[in-house]
């Protein structure tokens, strides 16, 4: 039986960063010459990163992405590379004179670029913008001879519909469907896509390698977790996730179809002979907590060492949105890269310290205390010109939070760390948050993680090793930012609160169908209104990392300035 | 002569503001019907307000649209009403469900909708995302009868292209085209659009009536101008910029073409007779420092009564900066809604209180003088355990500035108003702004505004009436964030600055390009870094007005984590 070597090189690339995406191509194009692969697949976009957003308005960032393919073409020896870069197109333009630009596939091999593939479908939904640059391919039901075996080549989006330019390609004799991505993780999105792929090779009943990116990029987590799957839609090989990976599989092809197109020569180096080896053992998906908990790390990781900074300052404040945070951030910097400061007030539980330095003490992070009350003393000081007589309210409790953000903002002007903003999705939903107090910094890795779920992932971390004290899970939630004061005096429990925001936020489902459903209709129009008034303060958060369908941020854009109430 | 009394509506409308809109739209209908108009248009999607954004996602939202338009096609009488809506369309939906609506222009006369056209050409490009929601219209060629008079009708883009729908219009028969706008204001736009649209006219020998949007809308203001040109390309009215108006026109119709293509029938109610009225006098545009003043105006004005903030809070720091935007908030709300407060440090001149208390006299405003010396001490001390034995540094110098955002969120909190952040164009390009300190805030009125714009917009404003101080024009901008600062020890001058950042920023010039042009290579190089590497402070700004063709915010997408450096 013919078979294909298809190698794939799972890597972290870095948007912007052409000279390194290059040369890590490079070496695995090396890589893929020493295992005799025919074919090495390489990400979406790898020579640019993945999204490069509006850097593709800039024609030297064009021009230097091409240099960079030139460069990988010229290396090119036997294994035929297919890689992801920006092609200039000759589409029509806006007036604005954009989507002029192709995200393309190349075919390189004996020192040239062969072939060139323009990406068809271009997603333009949920966190990605791609008609903002791009005109989508034509011609993309051709295919491509390698080694005398028809392929199809394709990108991301255009294998999602199940009659997209990979059914064409197999409908005129491809053999296998050569699919190269940059797909981002949403919670249970690996299973969905090896679903779709196992049904869109068996439908076909051609082979198909899927290779996707891996790494974080701002708000996005890409998980890689490749795939090959048979002619029968059998799984073949799953790479793991998260995490880089250099693999090859044999891969049986189907039979050859006896009138099929002719297909655009790449390279007639034959295919290897002799029986094919075995697939690697493919890695097992993580189960659900395992698998969010390492797309935090993963997102909060990147975000870091892509951006250069040594170190993170967590405010440690005693409960378990800053404990988790300081915890995500030690398995993903190492624990001396962490800084928890813990800032008391004479509104602080005694626990909320004493939790905080067992917590520190357990992950071995470095920790301080710095009391705040003379802070807060002499603000109230300088606002009595204006304060006198008025009553303590929502003023001076937001002015702790933000005593607390301009501390740890000082400790990272001062010495170079990043501030972790420690906010869940279900505070930020409905505001239950301080702007520049606990909001403050630049990043926040719970951002997309419902308070009821953040308990779900301490939990099965300190099943690997208990570093979250239990009196800082057990303890009901409270911002300390007034006598006796929890979150449930301004907002339902977050078991009432989570489903109703999931709904809402992520599914759009209007007031009445949540209602129709069973929740509370005071408590939901009460969510619904707050959702609505606190978009001014989700606009200018620090970005975290997107693990549901639909995180805040670029995924969710709503004008701040709306009169729209979903009560009716 | 054949003559079409087309009477126009520029309104003032508000995203989400359904019931709002639809009753500001069937009284200007009765108005209509009162001066005996043949038609009466309203803005691009008038009833939802513009751009709706992700609201459109909800099933909700657009059902509440469509309601708004049954009702409002009830109350239709005589006149044919063209009025902008969101359509549901039977369109290709992507994986996600969506783009199953169109931007849409309903024809309505005699109790009912008559007639719907779709927009054909959607933006997707700068500021604008109509590919994420829309599917392009079909059959945009036709034309509708109204009186015997063929007519086109079309949605902003549509006209933009030379041979879009509009022209195709024309060659069916259409004596005139109607185009309804949400065409957002950069600086000189008006021009470029009175051109654009006088070609229009007198390239396919029709009338043409276009009616643009009025108002504030988080980032975008819409500027009205609403223009009539007769098949000549001769102007015949021109509408106010920002203001609203509702106008008619009664304008000659070009002979009808002998083999035009039939029309679908809208209304046989005859066309006036008798001859016609003259047009009323055209509105003379502003001069361009008016312009775009009024612009800061409208927007800041906008964004703080649509969403309900009693007044404003701005932080009087004697520089030209905050007394520009104290001015802008005064014209723009009435002095009585202007809190003006100076937070003085040991490190601020005399000039900066004193100079703050004349703008506020001058301005009429409220005044305080909070000093934060206190404050900053004891910042200090809590910082004394980890910042001992350390140099002073920008640590010290953005708590300052962090200790002033605190304040002024205080008063927010405490007595309801806006705060303004201050900062212009030219330091958020740089990073030269404190995060949650002088960033702070709901608005950023001067956020599109170089500094040496500013300066001609305060003198523009000192010529009405002086209410600027010589000496807060005059001092040399300064930080006060430590003895004798100025900004130039940080920056190039703003006269060297503003332009290199004009071209990177808002031309998207490479490095090469600007130095090629005679800019300097090492101040070059060293202001686009300084630009790429500030993303993240941008991430996290207020909102503020664009006035140019590239503003920070959704206009300009760039990722934070990037590693491209245009210094080849």
Not at 75 to 85: A, K, N, P, Q
Not at 289 to 306: I, N, P, S
Request: with cysteine.
């Amino acid at each position: 039986m013919d078979f294909m070597r298809v190698a794939g090189a799972q890597l972290n690339l870095e948007v912007g960063n052409i000279d390194g995406n290059r040369d890590r191509i490079v070496d695995a194009m090396a890589w893929a010459e020493d295992v005799q692969a025919d074919v090495l697949m390489l990400p979406e976009l790898a020579v640019t990163g993945y999204p490069p957003e509006d850097l593709l308005l800039r024609e030297t960032f064009v021009s230097a992405n091409l240099a960079a393919l030139e460069h990988i073409a010229a290396r090119s020896e036997d294994v035929v590379t297919i890689v992801g870069f920006v092609d200039r197109a000759g589409g029509a333009a806006d007036d604005a004179g954009h989507r002029r630009l192709a995200n393309a596939a190349a075919l390189v091999t004996g020192g040239a670029v062969k072939g060139v593939y323009h990406k068809a479908l271009l997603p333009n939904y949920g966190v990605f913008d791609e008609d903002r640059y791009f005109t989508p391919g034509t011609r993309c039901e051709r295919t491509w001879s390698i080694g005398g075996a028809p392929v199809g080549v394709s990108v991301c989006e255009d294998i999602w519909l199940p009659d997209g330019p990979p059914a064409d390609q197999a409908r005129n004799g491809a053999r296998i469907l050569l699919n190269i991505n940059a797909s981002p993780y949403h919670r249970g999105k690996g299973g969905e896509r090896e679903e779709m792929l196992a049904t869109r090779a068996a439908a076909s009943r051609v082979a198909l390698a899927y290779l996707n990116l891996v790494g974080g990029q701002d708000e996005l987590v890409f998980d890689g977790e490749s795939m090959v799957f048979a002619a029968s839609g059998k799984l073949l090989y799953r790479a793991p996730q998260f995490v880089e990976q250099l693999f090859w599989v044999d891969v049986p092809l189907p039979p050859p179809e006896p009138g099929a197109a002719p297909a655009a020569i790449v390279s007639t180096q034959p295919l290897l002979e002799g029986p094919p080896e075995p697939p690697p053992p493919p890695a097992e998906p993580l189960e659900e907590e395992a698998e969010v908990y390492t797309a935090l790390v993963t997102g909060l990781g990147d975000y870091v060492r892509k951006n250069g900074f040594r170190e993170v300052v967590v405010a440690l404040s005693g409960g378990i949105d800053s404990a988790l945070t300081a915890t995500i951030a030690a398995d993903a910097l190492g624990p001396e890269r962490v800084w928890g400061v813990t800032m008391p007030t004479r509104y602080s539980s005694s626990g909320s310290v004493d939790d905080s330095q067992d917590l520190a003490h357990r992950l071995g992070i470095r920790f301080d205390v710095l009391p705040i009350d003379g802070v807060f003393a002499s603000f109230l000081e300088a606002l009595d010109p204006v304060f006198a007589g008025l009553e303590h309210d929502t003023a001076e409790e937001n002015l702790q939070a933000r005593i607390r953000g301009a501390i740890t903002m000082a400790l990272s002007n001062k010495f170079g760390g990043i501030v972790l903003a420690t906010g869940n999705k279900s505070e930020l939903a409905v505001g239950y948050a301080t702007l520049y107090g606990d909001m403050a910094g630049g990043y926040a890795v719970l951002k997309d993680v419902f308070k009821t779920y953040l308990y779900r992932l301490a939990l099965w971390r300190n099943r690997r090793s208990e570093v979250i004290p239990t009196a800082i899970i057990d303890k009901p939630p409270s911002a300390e930012l007034r006598p006796g004061q929890q979150d449930t005096d301004s907002l339902p429990p977050y078991d009432v609160l989570d489903p109703i925001l999931e709904r809402y936020v992520e599914w759009d489902w209007s007031v009445a169908q949540i209602v129709a459903a069973g929740f509370d209709p005071a408590i939901t129009r009460e969510v619904a209104r707050m959702v609505d008034r606190n978009e001014y303060k989700r606009r200018q958060a620090a970005p975290g990392v997107k693990i549901t369908t639909k995180a805040f941020g670029k995924d969710r854009r709503l004008p701040i300035t709306n009169r729209f109430r979903d009560d009716r």
